[in-house]
């Protein structure tokens, strides 16, 4: 039986897609469920899955193509056999591990490809075989021996050829189209620049009592909570207690209007392989520290496996963003539009600071806040900052909320 495979129905606002990854080639046997094609938008990607079991019969949207919804991608032949040597493998005893990469999934590939493992090394459970990504995490939650997590001779070589340098006095060029996301990215932060009275002004925080209580109960935390207690929940609190008190920060403008918002969605900006990605929180000033932590590893992580949705990615209020985990020092960070400022957290330096009138060594943090100084005044954004610099210096006031 022939069955159509079609773009989906696409995310309100997106006029079209492009095909980004076939994971499939014609004649090669496919699960049901399983993921056939991505489909790339400015905002998301979006899998089409097998209908069945069977075979892609031929593909009439090759990969770079621009697509509608609804638009035809391909025939699917349902039940179809094939003797392709994925097929051959798949059909083996279930005990028997698979060698070849080709059958595994993109999401199996991509951890096997992070990690530098050996997909032989692995013992699978799936059907007929197949390697899941349950069997990966299993595997590196064990204690594995030296010889064990030495790379195999594939992710040597994968290595060796990322670190390859380019000979001197080449002049190689190479030419990528970019991605959607990517040229919406650029669209949006030119967009702003041009149609925003962006400043920044800047403060430092002592880290010091917040590593302390962190250090604590770190430990106590994971093992109540199941999740780690990391530096984050501390700023989205304390960016939340200083909304409230400077409410234009959370506003937004519409035309002449402005939106002053009673709620608190809080974007963390992430990076993906797609590119700077902004998940949003909701409704944050009714979550604790534990359910903070828990949002930002689950959005963090679907963004790293591109399974973000457009829920994920509407709306918000403002935006916290943290170069500090890649070394930065200090940036100027810009704003999410339609937002009205944004968050900037930094590296974590010892620096020498008087307190007391002694010298003292203390790890600093640079933060910095960039506004629309259309809607928000030099003396709001100068108490917010201090505001959120108040209540990570002394986190016991995010406790009792004063």
Known sequence: MSIEIKVP???????????????????????????????????VVLEVVAPADGVIASISAEEGATVLADEVLGMFEEGAATNTEATTNANMASTEVVESSDVLSPGVRRLINEHGLDATSIIASGKDGRLTKEDVEAY???????????????????????????????????RVPMTRLRKRIAERLVEVQQ??????????????????????????????????????????????????????????????????????????????????V???????????????????????????????????????????????????LMSTPIINPPQSAILGMHNILEKPVVENGEIVIRPMMYVALSYDHRIIDGKDSVGFLKTVKELVEDPSRLFLEV
């Open 9 to 43: 129905t696409l995310p309100e606002s997106v006029a079209d897609a492009t095909v980004a990854t076939w994971h499939k080639k014609p004649g090669e046997a496919c699960e049901r469920d399983e993921n056939l094609v991505d489909i790339e938008t400015d905002k």
């Open 278 to 328: 902004v998940p949003v929180m909701r409704d944050v000033d009714t979550l604790s520290f534990a359910g903070i932590e828990t949002n930002i590893r689950a959005l963090g992580g679907k963004a790293k496996e591109n399974k973000l949705t457009m829920d994920d990615l509407q709306g918000g209020t403002f935006t916290v963003t943290n170069g500090g985990v890649f070394g930065s």
């Open 140 to 174: 590196l939650k064990k204690p594995q021996t030296a010889s064990a997590q030495a790379p195999s001779p594939e992710s040597k070589s994968v290595v060796a050829e990322r670190t390859q340098r380019v000979a001197p006095g080449s002049r190689e060029e190479k």
């Open 195 to 276: 149609t925003s009275a962006i400043l920044t002004t800047f403060n430092e925080i002592n880290m010091k009592p917040a590593m302390d209580l962190r250090a604590k109960y770190k430990e106590l935390f994971e093992k109540t909570h199941a999740v780690r207690l990391g530096f984050m929940s501390f700023f989205v609190k304390a960016v939340v207690e200083a909304l409230k008190r400077f409410p234009d920060v959370n506003a937004s403008i519409d035309g002449s209007d402005i939106i002053y918002h009673g709620y608190f969605d809080i974007g963390i900006a992430v990076s993906s392989p797609r590119g700077l």
